[in-house]
Structures are given as structure tokens and as C-alpha cells.
């Protein structure tokens, strides 16, 4: 650079313009000037080798030409042929042209005529410019618009080499001093634009430069920023850079950081003023989180909306009654999707549907709370009472209550095979490569398959958030001595929606991916947690950036259901981060050695039990074998082994009443045909139908070749049941019950016992070893 080129203009800080140039006075070009430039002819202005330099014109434009060679001589360009040829170039188009009537002198032009000249692309240049000049002019040219008329619009001039531009006015070792220093900051962030390779971030740069009028950064303030993004100077993903490059310099503390790159939404409206009002007031006013005040807001805007259709003439908040309360709920009941909301977009073919009692209940509550605080505020007289008055009614209330979405298992299985087989090459992509390192992607899917945690409190676990122990005591997460099945893996979760900060075992490999993304996780500046209003480092950020909660929703789950082969939705509707928080709880309720409702609460961070049973669902198969093992068909069937003679039914003799079916009581044998109705099978009282075992009849009939052996289920009464499980009360009640009970072969058993040989005592059978058999009362022999 020239000595000229070497201080700032007076002009004011940022304005590199060499000292000769922006007279006080408007500068015109006088006659005898045009006269020179034409008497001295193209020839000499280009100063080729035939040409006169010591032409007589050349001293009656000397005002002129000494700016632009003042100019050529402090642009950081090699001295070679080519670019001498170029600049020289650049004298005699600009002298020309201020030889033309009515131009004016160069210092005059304005942005208008400097873009003319310059073209929006080289072919517009070409068509403006005299058949000599080259393309090679067009850089040269650039400078002098910049240097001499003050020219920054270089966004409308297309693709060009901005960064060679910068280099020429403000000089490549200034220039690439202030790149290294942005460089150092993103990259130590994690950037890719911080690695020495990346074309972005100069190009980018070069253009803030330009605009600014100055190579320094501590000359990049705020409202330059700001004028780029209100401006359109630059667009697309150059645009993205210039957030980067604003955070590097804000963290260099030259100028305040960037706003939040979230959309934002317009601000709902709707209603009477004074609803509305009241309602904004509120919100302003309450200390719950953003998320919730703006629930809250949007259900009083939608009431508001409702109010200035069918009832104006309360709109005021402090004119509302039960009366008013009961109106609002009847018609709240009785609304559709759709009605009294200020956008559509987005509702697809719900439009119309019922409103499900869950929103219903959601919006009751949100006047509820409206309602209370500006009673308690004392901002509205007290009426009536807001937690009465608008209370959830019975009918709604009775159709809440918990239904956890769960996955399916086979698809679970699914999604978690795909994310424990998670690949570099599996990730989403911009034109830079992966928007987040591999590691960090893989942490964050394992976090949300494993840990069952929320998507903010995943959002927000710290660095150090895993802790390794073995038998009780701390060891560091790649201890070599420690078998990975035999160390336990602790989570600490942070301060959540529903409780304090509290410390969850997890499975090892959740740790171990944790533990890799820490290792490589590049130096983050520190955050301000959202929910305590803490400085913290978070464990999941890369390039300054917090990862989003709606990263898991958004990026995460498509990833994984593309690689599984997965629906995004199922019966339940769309797999959300939610959903995996039921489907591990589930899960763990019903796993073969389950954990209880009161671990399960202290595993998912809950205050009490009732909101671990939003979570918690019983499967069908836990709810089968739960079925299976309380034995109510066994508690009311008992089977007993009876003896088919099949050769009687085949030789006729059953029609002569010869008995072919024979129930083994164990001491005997009951032929009688509807055993399962006789009232004394329980406590059999030897009538004529039984023959004992030790009876010549019993041996015989054991003895025949033609017998099969078959199980039979007999039903059983209250008595009967409590009986079998061996309740002696209950043996004795049965026995009395049954005294004066005619057996099928008609006496009672008080009358048999009365018969010589029949008076035996009744006992109880131990259990037979079969797991069905019954428990038979039968007299000792």
C-alpha cells in the first residue's frame, strides 16, 4: 500500500481512501481538458509504446490523471505485465469517459453511473466498454469505483472475485490477518468454516469489508449487520455466514450478538381491545415459562374472538359472572376444529372435527388460571370463583385420564437397531457436509432410545453430566480394569418440568456415547440454562449453538425411520421424542423382573405416582400371564381323571344300564352319568353309584384291557372352591350343608351313615402332585 493509502480518510472511521481523492468542491471537467484527452488521442492515453508521453495535453489533465495513477500505485497487486497493461487500461477508459459532454468528472458519478460502467456481469460489461478494453479491466475498475466514487453496490454486480478485490485495496496481509482471527473463533467453535480450506467465510467477509469500507474488524459494528440483513446485500447461504461471522465478532466484543435465527411468528391478536388487552397485560405479568404463557394467551385470544361474535357486551374481563362462565363452557363444548382461531394453516383435514376432550380441558384450564391471577392481582373484582365457576364439567372430565401413546415393540426394535447401527453416512447434509458432527448426532440419538428423558431436558444435560461407578465407588468412564457389564452408568438430569435435578442409572452404551462426543467436543461458551437462568455448558452445542429441542423431532426420528424401514406415524399418530418416554417406561413396567410405579416415578424424575401412570401401561402379554397366574378358570374347574370303557359301549351293554363311564375319586370309583351335577361330588357319601377300590368290582374293572383314561373339567361352587383350598371352616359348612341332601341314588348321607358300616369320618386328600388336579374329600377305608 501507498503512504496515501496507508491512513483513514477524515472522513470518519472505516473510510480507506486515498488522500488525494474526495475534493470539498464539485469537480467538472473543463473544456480545454475534453480538448486534451481528444488532441492527445487513444494511443497516448493507453501509454503504449507509440504514444507521446511528453504530449502537451498531458499537463492540462494533470488534476485528472494524478488521482487514478495514485490509485493504480496503492492497490496491493504484481507488478506484472498483464496487470500493468490492465490499470493503465483503466486511466485511459475513465479519461475518455470524462471527455464525453455532459459526463462530468469521475468524482461526480454516482452509483448508478459507476454500476453502468461496471455491468451487473461481464457481458453487460463488455457491451458498455470500448471494443480495446479487456476483460482483465473490469477488477481495476472496480477499485477505482470504490477508492474514487465511493461505490459499495458490489452485490449487484454478480459473481466476481470479491476477496482479490479486498486484497488489492486494503492489502492481503491486513486482509488475511483479520480472516485469521474470525477463523481462530469459529473454529475453535466447531465450524467448518474455520478450517483453512473453506471458500465461504472470505468470500463472505471480503463483501462485509467492502461494505463497511474498512478491512478492520473492530470497524464491524452492529448496525453494519443489521443494514446487510435489511438490505438483501447478500442471500442464501452467505447470509447464514454472516450470522457466523457476527457471533465471531461479538464474541471478539466489537458489536452485539446476533438475534435468534428462529422464525418468528406474527403475535396472535383477536377480540375485543379490552379482552385483548387484559390478556397481554396477563402475559406480561405472569412468571410461568414463554411456552406456557403463550398457550395461555392464544386460548384467551381464541375466548376473545368468541366473545366479539356472540357476546360484546362482556368483552370486559371484569363484566364476566358464572353466568358468563357457564355460556363460554357450553359453547366451548360445542365447538369444532377451526372455529374462532386466527390461522387455518396447518390444520389439514382436522378442519371440523370435535374438539377432543383433552383441549377442551386445556382451555378451561387457561381461564381458570386467567381468571385466578387477576383476582389475586387484584386487578378484577371477585365475582365469582375461578376455580369453581370454570370448572372442567363432569361429562369432559370423565374422558380424561391416562393413555400413553407406546410405540409398538416391533417397531421400537426397529428404530433402536437403526440407531445403535447409526452411521456417518446416514446423516442429513447441507452443501458444507453434516450440519453436526457424527459423534454428537449418535450421543443425541442414544440419549433419547435410552434415557426415556424429555426433549428439553436432553436439550439441556450438561458437560459431566455421566458419572461411572463399580461396587459403589466413582471410576473414570475408559477404565481398562472394569468390564463395561460390570460398571453402572449414572445420569444426573438437570432441572426439569416436574421436580429438581435428580441422578438415573442408564444403559453403559448410553454412557459410552456420551463419553465420545465429550472427547472430541470442541470449547463451547457458555449458555444460560432457559429454565433455571444458569451459565452452563451444555453438553449438546457445536458452533456456539445450542442443539434445539425440536431437533429429535425434526432431524433425529426421520433419520431413524428412513434407516429402519419404519413408518413416521403409526395408529397412535406421529412417532414423536414424547412417545419414546411411555414406550421405555411401559417397557420396564413390563419386563420379566419389572420395575415398580414407585421406581419407575424415581426413574422418570416424577413428584408422585399419579403422573407415572401417564407414562405406565400394562401390555397385553404382562396383563395374559397376570391372568393366567391368578388361576380364575383353575379356581373354578377342576379337572378329575374318569374311566371310559369302550368296550362296553361297543358290546351294547350300556343300554342294558351297565355303567361305562367310572370318576376316579381316588378311594373309589362313581359311575354315575351326570357326576358333574351331583351336589355330593366334593364329599362323596358312598350311595349305591360308588364302588370302592378295594372291591373285587374296582379290580375287575381295572384289570379290562379295553379302558381309556380321560380328563374332565367339573365346575364349582363358592363352597365347593373355598374347600378345595383346603379352608377346614369351609369343609365343615360343605359337609353340614350336604347332610339332609338326597344323593342320585336317593338317601342323604345322614341316612347312609346311619347304615351299619357306613358311619367313617371325612378327611381331607393332601394335594395330588398333578398341577391340576383336585382336591378330593373321600372317607378313610
Known sequence: MSAAMSQPSPTGPGRWLPSVTRPRLRVVVRAEESAAIGELGLVTLRRLKTGDPAAPGWPVIARLVRPLDAVNAGLDSPPTPHRRRAMLDVVALLLTRCAQPDAGSYWDWTAEQWEAMLGRTVAEFRAAAPAWVGDEVRPYLAAHAF???????????????????????????????????????????????????????????????????????????????????????????????????????????????????????ARATGGAEAWQQAADRWYDTSTLTPRVRGSVRANLLKAGRWLAAEHPEVADPAAWTRQTCATWIAALDRMRV????????????????????????????????????????????????????????????????PNPRVIADDIWAKLLWAGLNLTADDLPTTQSGPYYPFELVRAVTLTWLFSGQRSDEIARLRVGCIRWQHHGSPIPGDAADVLASEAVCLLDVPTHKTGTAFTKPVDPILGQAIDAWQAIR??????????????????????????????????????????????????????????????????????????TLFELQAWLGHRSPQSTQYYTKISPTTLTRAYQDAGYFARNVRTIEVLIDRDAVASGATTNGEPWQHYDLGHGYCNYTFFEQCQHRMACAHCDFYTPKTSSTAQLLEAKTGLQRMLIGIPLTDDERAAVDNDHAAVDHLLQRLADIATPAGPTPNQLRAEPGRQLPLTVLPPTPAPNAPAVFIDKL
Not at 168 to 196: A, K, M, N, S, T
Open 147 to 265: 477508492l474514487l466514487g465511493g461505490f459499495t453496490g458490489f452485490h449487484r454486480l454478480g459473481s466476481f472475485q470479491r476477496l482479490v478485490l479486498c486484497w488489492r485495496i486494503f492489502g492481503r496481509d491486513r486482509v488475511d490477518g483479520e480472516l485469521g482471527q474470525l477463523r481462530r473463533v469459529l473454529g475453535g467453535w466447531g465450524y467448518q468454516l474455520g478450517r483453512p480450506a473453506d471458500p465461504l467465510l472470505p468470500l463472505t467477509v471480503a463483501q462485509l469489508m467492502l461494505a463497511n469500507r474498512s478491512p478492520h474488524l473492530q470497524d464491524m459494528t452492529t448496525g453494519l449487520f443489521d443494514r446487510v440483513r435489511e438490505q438483501r446485500l447478500l442471500d442464501g447461504v452467505r447470509l447464514n455466514t454472516v450470522h457466523a461471522v457476527q457471533r465471531a465478532v461479538a464474541e471478539l466484543g466489537f458489536c452485539a450478538a446476533p438475534p435468534g435465527r428462529t422464525a418468528q411468528h
Open 338 to 401: 377451526g372455529d374462532f382461531v386466527q390461522r387455518t394453516a396447518g390444520l389439514g383435514d382436522r378442519m371440523g372435527q370435535p374438539l377432543t376432550a383433552a383441549t377442551k380441558a386445556g382451555q378451561i384450564s387457561a381461564m381458570r388460571r386467567f381468571f385466578g391471577d387477576c383476582q389475586e392481582w387484584e386487578w378484577l373484582p371477585r365475582r365469582f370463583d375461578p376455580q369453581r365457576a370454570p370448572a372442567v364439567p363432569r361429562s369432559i372430565a370423565a374422558l380424561l385420564g
Open 522 to 595: 470442541p470449547a463451547q461458551p457458555p449458555f444460560t440454562d432457559r429454565r433455571t437462568g444458569e451459565s452452563v455448558n451444555l453438553l449438546f452445542a457445536a458452533r456456539a449453538r445450542r442443539v434445539s429441542t425440536a431437533y429429535i423431532n425434526n432431524t433425529i426420528i426421520p433419520m431413524l425411520c428412513r434407516k429402519g424401514g419404519v413408518p413416521a406415524a403409526d395408529v397412535r399418530g406421529a412417532i414423536t421424542s414424547h412417545r419414546a418416554r411411555s414406550t421405555i417406561a411401559s417397557q420396564l413396567y413390563n419386563a420379566k423382573e419389572p420395575m
